[in-house]
């Protein structure tokens, strides 16, 4: 029983595959980032199988896939923790990040509670908000990467310095969709008309993560103030849903945070359920 850790995405897949095919919703967020990811961690048990994985995809940040308890007090105590003393950050199930907090016994502070949701039967919003999704051209990306930015302030986390690129790879690979309204219809979007790919005014956005072991997650669904209230953010979220699942996802996933009611209502209505929480915590003291 122990962990084991590589640089190499290739050995981390051949040696925890079988799992990320098993569970590719509870290892979502960990798929996305495999290939970028600093460092990558994956528990055996006494059976020698596979029952935790990990990637550290930013120095002191360590996102958790699929972590049993037994294999998160083990790493809280690991010599090869990764990160300076241990990661500053952990994400993942609530349950798994919790034991892991607990067992280093060091003070952490919750500072991010999200669910995790997979749809079923996609159910469109009835009546349909005003406007229509299109596909995101590079028109768009300075609008999309300012509302990528507000996104993840809303959501309570500390926002980076460079969204441009991550949006210009999601407009490039189809993967963003803009929701719009006719300039005539006045919903408060940003950015004004006669955009390229479209002549309306884009009011709200949602992109679609690529497949990997048939998931896609929507992500970045964000309406501007001015323009919530009006379905926008429904519109789009279904488009995207759409989308990913014609891209080939067997499960489309996505993530709301816990806090916002408005938002878990309106996935469940979407044909969204729950999979399992998810935790982001924060060391507040060495």
Same mark, same amino acid.
């Given at each position: ?18 799992l ?16 970028t990811?600093?460092r990558?961690g994956?528990?055996?048990?006494p059976?020698g199988?596979?029952t935790?994985?990990l990637?550290v995809?930013a ?11 037994e294999?998160a007090?083990a790493?809280a ?13 952990v ?10 907090a607990?067992?280093?016994?060091r003070?952490?502070?919750p500072?991010v ?5 997979r ?7 009835d009546?349909a &908000? $005003?406007g *229509?999704? #299109? ?6 990306v300075?609008? !999309?990467?300012?509302? =990528? /930015?507000e ?15 991550p ?17 005539s219809?006045?919903g408060?979007?940003?950015g ?6 479209g ?8 992109c ?7 998931q896609?997650?929507v ?5 501007? &103030? $001015?323009? *919530?209230? #009006?379905?926008?953010?429904a519109?789009v979220?279904?488009a !995207?849903?759409?989308? =990913? /699942? ?11 945070d816990?806090?916002?009611?408005t ?9 969204y359920?729950?999979?399992?929480d ?9």
């Amino acid at each position: 029983m122990t962990w084991h850790f590589t640089e190499d995405p290739a050995v981390f897949r051949a040696a925890a595959g079988a799992l990320l095919s098993a569970e590719p919703a509870r290892n979502t967020g960990l798929l996305t980032l495999v290939d970028t990811a600093g460092r990558l961690g994956w528990w055996t048990g006494p059976d020698g199988r596979v029952t935790g994985v990990l990637v550290v995809a930013a120095p002191g940040e360590t996102t958790f896939g699929t972590v049993t308890p037994e294999a998160a007090r083990a790493l809280a105590s690991s010599p090869d923790l990764p990160g300076n003393g241990g990661p500053a950050v952990v994400r993942g199930e609530a349950a798994a990040v919790e034991v892991f907090a607990q067992a280093t016994g060091r003070p952490w502070m919750p500072t991010v509670r999200m669910r995790l949701f997979r749809l079923g039967t996609l159910t469109p919003p009835d009546p349909a &908000p $005003a406007g *229509r999704a #299109r596909v995101g051209t590079t028109a768009d990306v300075p609008l !999309a990467a300012a509302w =990528a /930015r507000e996104f993840v302030r809303d959501i309570g986390e500390e926002p980076g310095t460079d969204y441009i690129g991550p949006v210009t790879e999601r407009i490039s690979d189809g993967r963003l969709l803009i929701w719009e309204e006719d300039d005539s219809e006045g919903g408060g979007g940003e950015g004004g008309g006669d955009r390229e790919g479209g002549g309306g005014r884009p009011v709200s956005m949602a992109c679609f993560s690529p497949v990997t072991e048939g998931q896609s997650r929507v992500h970045f669904v964000y309406t501007p &103030p $001015a323009a *919530r209230g #009006r379905g926008y953010a429904a519109g789009v979220a279904a488009a !995207a849903s759409r989308a =990913a /699942r014609e891209a080939g996802a067997a499960q489309v996933l996505l993530f709301t945070d816990l806090d916002n009611p408005t938002s878990n209502a309106l996935y469940r209505r979407l044909g969204y359920r729950p999979v399992t929480d998810h935790l982001t915590a924060e060391v507040t003291g060495r």
